[in-house]
């Protein structure tokens, strides 16, 4: 059964600051892996998605990384502003489903300070 | 383009009610997912629709079912509540298959009393 851990849990960080959320998974066998962020009582923004045999994906100030082999996921945040305050979530999604069926890891809550 | 539409967007059930949980996708999108996130167990499968037709289930009990209509349009349905299933749940969309970047509605907050 695939299990998703995200390191961690809380993270405070002042404006400006760059930093990395980790997300790791028991199985290799994955068909790809999304990070999402969901705002208090909302639902979840899809921000990047990383195929399987992909090795990384970017979008303005995000970077995703996948190491497949070794069951781990990287999201690097650049110059953090307090609007990237959220809930930063790691999906993988299996082969077994060809990808339908995403197991979510718990989050890291993400402050920025101003 | 409008997004995926939960309706309604809050509820509250006693325990042995029933209760039908709407969902619209984004125009186009014939495939749609539904989970379940509590504190305690976070984000669950619950099970994705394609055109019609149940796709893949997760692992909960009978008493929650859904079906997809003609238009993409979905529901699901939970019998006989219990108090665990307070909880929010969230319809996603994409385009066809799996394993494409899922669109979120912002989700129904069932509370079961």
């Known amino acids: 059964k695939q299990e998703v851990t995200q390191i961690p849990a809380a993270l405070s960080v002042p404006e400006g600051e760059n930093l990395v959320l980790n997300c790791s998974f028991t199985?290799?066998?994955?068909?790809?892996l999304q990070w999402f962020r969901q705002d208090p009582g909302k639902g979840l923004t899809s921000l990047l998605l990383i195929q399987s045999s992909q090795r990384e994906q970017t979008s303005g100030r995000l970077n995703a990384s996948l190491d497949k082999s070794s069951g781990r996921s990287t999201l690097y945040i650049a110059a953090s502003q307090p609007g990237d305050s959220a809930t930063y979530l790691c999906a993988v999604s299996d082969m077994e489903t060809s990808g339908s069926r995403l197991t979510f890891g718990e989050g890291t809550q993400l402050t920025v300070n101003p | 383009k409008a997004g995926v539409t939960q309706t309604p967007r809050y509820l509250i059930k006693t325990r042995g009610q029933q209760v039908t949980l709407s969902c619209s996708p984004i125009?186009?999108?014939?495939?749609v997912s539904w989970y379940q996130q509590t504190p305690g167990q976070g984000l669950q499968f619950l099970f994705e629709y394609f055109s019609e037709t149940q796709r893949n289930k997760g692992n909960f009990p009978g008493r929650f079912s859904g079906r997809q209509f003609s238009n993409s349009r979905s529901e699901m349905n939970v019998s006989t509540l219990e108090l665990g299933d307070s909880a929010l749940y969230l319809c996603?969309?994409?385009?066809?298959?799996?394993?494409?970047?899922?669109?979120f509605g912002s989700g129904t907050q069932l509370s079961v009393l």
């Open positions: 996603a969309s994409s385009l066809e298959r799996g394993g494409e970047k899922l669109f």
């Open positions: 199985d290799s066998a994955i068909y790809n």
């Open positions: 125009s186009g999108h014939r495939s």
